[in-house]
């Protein structure tokens, strides 16, 4: 009833900051205060990838590769870079059986259900997507985005 006091370390970047601040009033509403500790990026990355002292955290990352097995060392109990300290059997049972299957509807299904877990769990709470918009001529060929949102000018050419 009287609510909670938290600390939360957070980069000085905009990119981290921002949204921490949104974040914080809308914890205000619900009674939860959150002090946010803004740090220089090294020190940063020292609290939330080293040592794993948070209870929650504003991060950016994308994947190189548009396959949910991309994560797997962030958030399974195992995983290498597991900075978040996620210890969750279901999950790691979860993504145990979505890389053992390889017809694709059924890993399809498998991955669904890993995404049910990683949703009931509030693993990753997606805040925002950043816009990526290219103006280019009208005869300038194979100006596309890929499934991760990433234009390769090698890819490009002119019209002949």
């Known amino acids: 009833p009287n609510g909670i006091d938290i600390t939360v370390p957070c980069s000085s970047s905009d990119l981290y900051y921002k949204p921490m601040e949104i974040i914080q009033a809308q914890l205000a ?9 803004k ?18 955290q504003v991060v950016t990352f994308s994947s190189s590769v548009a396959d949910v097995d991309y994560y797997y060392e962030m958030f399974t109990s195992d ?3 597991n900075f978040g ?6 999950l790691d049972a979860a993504y ?3 890389r053992s299957i390889v017809e694709p509807e059924a890993r399809t299904a498998a991955i669904r259900e890993l995404q049910r877990v990683m949703g009931d769990m509030g693993i990753i709470i997606p805040i925002y997507q950043n ?6 001529s009208k005869d300038l060929q194979g100006v596309v985005a890929d499934s991760e949102g990433v234009y390769r000018v090698s890819d490009w050419s002119w019209a002949s």
């Open 85 to 90: 300290g996620v210890n969750i059997p279901e």
């Open 131 to 136: 816009n990526k918009t290219i103006a280019a």
């Open 79 to 81: 995983g290498n870079e």
């Open 39 to 56: 740090t220089d990026n090294n020190a940063w990355f020292e609290v939330v990838l080293r040592i794993g002292a948070y209870p929650f």
């Open 96 to 98: 145990k059986n979505a």
């Open 29 to 37: 509403e619900v009674a939860i205060r959150v002090t946010v500790d």
